[in-house]
């Protein structure tokens, strides 16, 4: 069951100022320090979310918080941010209504942080997935990117923002982030060059020094020294708590996943870099001879540095910071700069480097996080921007930010009571005039156009002739005396002539939150904001793509003799979109409040708070809000709360709820004057009525407690004596179930023991009369066993007799048939024994006949004749087996039959080689003269050129032709072959290979029985002719060509060699 809840229970004072009874400004800070003191650092004014900031982490903003608010009525719990973030989220997803957060607060009030409160808080509500969190990744990283180079440590707080943040979020219809828009306004860009005592420069310095690495910093030509800087003041350049070296790591991470590229974040640490370098730079005067003097740079190392380090060229700058070129009417004047105008340029140029530097950041950081989408977005803006501030020196730009607050204020106030109205008329309820203080008066001394004060500082700063802050006090003096909310001593008339705590250089504003002094004092150098032109060029001209973007006026082809808006026109003028766009939204109001000055938990110190209470106008806020109705509620709600307290509605109403809330009211008898009925809510006029309902309803609740006690305990004791009934019903049969049990089981156990004697005794007595019967059973039995024993035994003897009587006969039967046997044996034995004897004496006596009678002739012949026979056969039948199986004619067939007995073996090679031998003979008989001579060439050849030239193999098959350009038969030839008288025995065309460059020429090649000839083979003249005695030798190559060198004697010095091919 869902647990229904309200602001109203368990609330630690009040949880909305608006039931505040009474409404005092004491009862209102009462109220906000109990709830402080409590750790309850919310509090609503309607559906404005008062924050006070707890400067210590409190365990309010942990992911169950988030499930907690998540999805609820903004009354339903206790006062958060989360609830306001949640109502926002839900009316822009749900109702499509564009939403806009306002956070206002002194500085150090804790806008920074609740502006991340809600940026995060929506994160985690909206959709998920790859994409969608890539895009809120990226609009959380921006913070700690703006933060570094927008942040600072003042007084007032560690990490306060020196600019003013609007943040539009744009979703798709699903309410998933699409992407982001992010304005700046007015950079506190005086930082940069000076800052107040306790307070340190823009957080990127130290960061960057701090964290930098060896490498980085030797590369943007720093050191890792903070005295070193003359921008960076001295006294609180570490902040206790804040680790400048791991913020810069952190500041690089964010740009990365902002989407920075790495050359980018160089060029921008490199600016920073040029930043620091400029503020070393000192000047000295140089006396020139018209009796001014001239500024000049002192130590130029710093300056080289920085030239470096952006591209400009050297001399360009220190040109700059000792002259100034002014331009009028096509006419160029170039007058020289003393030594404070070389400071205020330099200066100048700082602080406009550093906040165009800045502003360059936020568009870049736009250009990642714009939304890509091009469907309808709806837009959630978030401002944190600095609130009122009331110091004792206040200058332009307090001006600046309190013209900005009264704007809030305006439609604060404009857009609270549109909405009250609206609602009154959406509800259907009489809008009744509500008295409230409208600041647009004050707004219109400031920023009206002909008269307002903005405007005619415009006018003293663009006109000519001599301007001062005076000046323009003068002209504000004659201007705006009559004004209400205008003070000033200066005028005569003045009804502050005599207020000493107005000073003569001060005019004073009422503003809605309080009277702030301002001193004129640098409210037209502010406004006028100059960047010498000199200057701007230079930057123009440096070779440093960023720093190019940065001063485009520079780009002396666009030279525009206007001058640049004001400061004090710009600011307005984006104020006015700001305005323009916060009032087409539905506003959300945080109003942040600092308890202390110390920036420690716990304290509460009354006058500040009063204070803050007093200018962010909270108590106007209220009455505002209490001018109509206080309290407003749904009826459903509203019945479901108030049911108890009459009898129709408890415990259910059946009827519509709204019925049920007439009947509430009527029986409650509540003035009908209190009360209205809208058409979905009460509205309850006076939070008096409202507390009445509530302390009817705290009784009734008691007296329901008590009821429902009383019921509890009755049903208790009656359930608690029914149990110890039933119980005592149960245990009594469990009793008595037992006690029979054991009676029964003692009977039956003495049953069985008498039940066993009696069988025991019984069957003794059988057992006995068994036993004797058994006894005679076996002694007749024994009786009868002897008896057939002895009957068996004479039987068995008699038997046994018969027996020994069969078996002696038939041994003694068998003993006389083995003698027999054994005679008849040894008789046939004998017998064979005899017979084989007579065999072999008459084998013997043969042999020995023969042997006798042959003797003489076998020892003279026979064994030879033997031997030889054997011989011969065996011979025979080789020769035979030869002559059948002998090989082919072939004189290259190398087979041959093998031998049969090693004997043979001489025979067998030799009639081998005898029939190669007689073969080849057969074979050369058929050869004719010719070819006899052609293969005697060959032999020759053979023992020539075998095995010695790769060419050899090839050439066998060829015959040798020797005239193989047929000398004679062809005509053209005639000619030379008629000139050698000899016989050519060798004519071929060949290649003379010339010695002096390796050319070859073709030459007919002749060979005589006396010389070699060489002739040309066109036309066939002899070239050379050589005797064959000149030739020492001729030599051919051994490899597969046709070279061959013929080598001539000493003689023929000349020819020493003669390298041919074919
Ligand atoms: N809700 C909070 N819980 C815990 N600490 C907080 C909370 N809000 C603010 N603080 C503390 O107060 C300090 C100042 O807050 P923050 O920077 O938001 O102030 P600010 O209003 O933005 O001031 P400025 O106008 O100078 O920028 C924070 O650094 C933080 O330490
Ligand atoms: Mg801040």
């Known amino acids: 069951m869902e647990v229904k809840t309200s602001l109203l229970d368990n609330m630690i004072g009040v949880g909305d100022m608006v039931l505040l009874e009474p409404l005092s400004e004491d009862s209102f800070l009462e109220n906000l320090k109990k709830r402080f003191d409590h750790n309850e650092i919310y509090t609503y004014i309607g559906s404005v979310v008062i924050s006070l900031n707890p400067y210590r982490s409190l365990p309010i903003y942990t992911p169950d918080k988030v499930e907690e608010y998540r999805n609820r009525n903004f009354y339903e719990l206790s006062p958060h941010i989360y609830a306001l973030a949640d109502e926002a989220y839900r009316s822009l997803r749900d109702q499509d209504k564009d939403q806009c957060i306002l956070i206002t607060g002194e500085s150090g009030a804790g806008k920074t942080e609740a502006s991340k409160l809600v940026m995060s808080y929506v994160a985690a509500v909206c959709g998920k997935g790859q994409e969608v969190n890539k895009v809120k990744e990226q609009l959380l990283q921006s913070n700690p990117v703006l933060e570094a180079f927008g942040n600072a440590k003042t007084v007032r707080n560690d990490n306060s923002s020196r600019f003013g943040k609007y943040m539009d979020i744009e979703f798709d219809f699903k309410g998933d982030p699409l992407g982001g828009v992010i304005s700046n306004y007015l950079l506190e860009k005086s930082r940069v060059v000076k800052q107040p005592r306790g307070e340190r420069n823009f957080h990127i310095f130290y960061q960057l020094l701090s964290g930098a690495s060896d490498d980085m910093l030797k590369k943007l030509k720093l050191e890792r020294d903070f005295s070193k800087y003359n921008y960076l003041s001295l006294d609180s350049a570490t902040v206790s708590g804040l680790d400048d070296a791991a913020n810069f790591r952190t500041v690089r991470n964010a740009m990365q996943i902002v989407g920075f590229m790495e050359d980018e974040m160089q060029s921008v640490l490199e600016l920073v870099a040029a930043v620091l370098k400029l503020g070393n730079l000192d000047f000295k005067p140089e006396s020139r001879c018209n009796g001014m003097d001239e500024s000049r740079v002192k130590d130029k190392n710093d300056l080289k540095e920085m030239c470096e380090l952006l591209g400009i060229e050297q001399s ?47 568009t870049r950081i736009n250009e990642s996080i714009r939304a890509q989408a091009k469907t309808r977005h709806k837009v959630m803006g978030v401002l ?51 008295e409230y203080f409208n600041n647009a008066v004050i707004c219109d001394l400031i920023e009206n156009n002909q008269n ?21 006090l003068d002209k504000l003096n004659t201007i705006c005396a009559e004004h209400q909310h205008f003070e000033s001593r200066l005028n005569k008339n003045s009804k502050f002539l005599n207020d000493h705590s107005l000073p003569h250089n001060c005019f004073r504003i009422q503003h809605y939150a309080g009277k702030v002094l301002y001193r004129v004092e640098g409210f037209v150098d502010k406004n006028n904001d100059l960047l010498y032109r000199d200057l701007s060029q230079a930057m123009y001209k440096a070779n440093h793509s960023l720093i190019k973007q940065l001063f485009p006026e520079g780009n002396p082809a666009k030279v525009n003799l206007k001058r640049p808006p004001t400061a004090g026109f710009q600011f307005r003028a984006s104020v006015g979109t700001l305005m323009g766009n916060l009032q087409t939204k539905n506003p959300n109001y945080i109003r942040c409040i600092k308890p202390n000055d110390k920036k420690a938990a716990h304290i509460f110190t009354d006058s500040l708070v009063r204070h803050q209470v007093r200018y962010l106008g909270l108590m106007e806020n209220v009455r505002v809000r209490r001018a109509g109705y206080a309290f407003r509620q749904a009826y459903e709600p509203c019945l479901e709360r108030y049911k108890m307290l009459c009898k129709n509605t408890w415990p259910h109403w059946k009827g519509p709820a709204r019925q049920g809330v007439e009947v509430l009211m009527t029986d409650l008898q509540v003035p009908a004057e209190e009360f209205a009925y809208g058409r979905s809510k009460i509205f309850i006029r006076n939070p008096r009525t409202l507390f009445f309902l509530e302390e009817k309803r705290k009784q009734c609740l008691e007296d329901l407690a008590t009821l429902i006690q009383k019921i509890y305990r009755g049903w208790k004791c009656r359930s608690h004596f029914l149990l110890l009934k039933k119980s005592e019903i149960v245990v009594a049969a469990w009793y008595r179930r037992y006690a029979q049990q054991k009676k029964y089981q003692k009977i039956k156990h003495s049953t069985t023991v008498v039940q066993s004697y009696t069988r025991g005794w019984q069957a003794r007595k059988l057992l006995r009369e068994l036993k004797y019967q058994k006894k005679c059973e076996e002694a007749v039995t024994t009786i009868a066993a002897f008896w057939h024993g002895t009957q068996a035994r004479r039987e068995l003897r008699k038997l046994k007799e018969e027996a020994r009587n069969k078996h002696a006969v038939s041994v003694i039967w068998a003993g006389w048939q083995g003698t027999k046997a054994r005679r008849e044996l040894r008789r046939l034995k004998e017998e064979a024994r005899r017979k084989h004897a007579v065999a072999v004496i008459w084998a013997y006596w043969q042999g020995l006949k023969v042997r006798r009678e042959y003797r003489k002739f076998f020892r003279a012949n026979a064994g030879r004749k033997i031997y030889n026979f054997t011989i011969q056969r065996i011979m025979q039948k080789y020769f035979l087996g030869l002559k059948s199986n002998l090989p082919s004619m072939s004189p290259i067939d190398k087979s041959w039959p093998a031998r049969p007995y090693s004997f043979l073996e001489g025979v067998h090679a030799e009639l081998r080689r005898i029939f190669h031998l007689w073969r080849c003979k057969k074979y050369r008989s058929q050869f004719t003269e010719e070819k006899k001579a052609v293969y005697e060439e060959k032999l020759e050849a053979s023992e020539l050129f075998k095995d010695k030239k790769a060419l050899y193999p090839s050439s066998v098959s060829q015959t040798f032709k020797g005239d193989y350009l047929e000398m004679v038969k062809n005509p053209k030839y005639q000619k030379l072959s008629s000139a050698i008288d000899e016989k050519i025995l060798l004519a071929d065309v060949v290649n003379k290979i010339n010695r002096a460059n390796g050319k070859s020429s073709p030459r007919l090649f002749l060979l005589t029985k006396k010389s070699v000839i060489l002739a040309d083979q066109k036309t066939g003249q002899v070239k050379t002719s050589l005797p064959l005695p000149d030739l020492s030798s001729v030599s051919t190559s051994t490899q597969s060509d046709g070279f061959f060198a013929l080598k001539l004697k000493e003689v023929r010095r000349k020819w020493f060699e003669v390298y041919l091919f074919f």
């Open 384 to 434: 944190d921007i600095y609130g009122f501030e009331i110091f004792e020196d206040n200058s332009f730009e307090q001006f600046i930010i309190n013209y900005c607050n009264e704007k809030l204020q305006q439609i604060f106030i404009e857009l609270t009571l549109r909405e009250e109205q609206e609602e009154y008329v959406r509800e259907g309820i009489e809008w009744t005039n509500i």
């Open 452 to 472: 307002g004060i903005l405007a005619m500082l415009d006018e003293e700063c663009l006109r000519p002739g001599t301007v001062t802050d005076e000046t323009f």
């Open 316 to 362: 360009v700058l220190e040109r700059a910071f000792s002259y100034r070129t002014v331009e009028a009417k096509m006419e160029k004047v170039s007058t020289t700069l003393n030594v404070a105008q070389a400071y205020y340029a330099r200066d100048a140029l700082a602080k406009n480097l550093y906040s165009r530097l800045f502003s360059w950041l936020v």
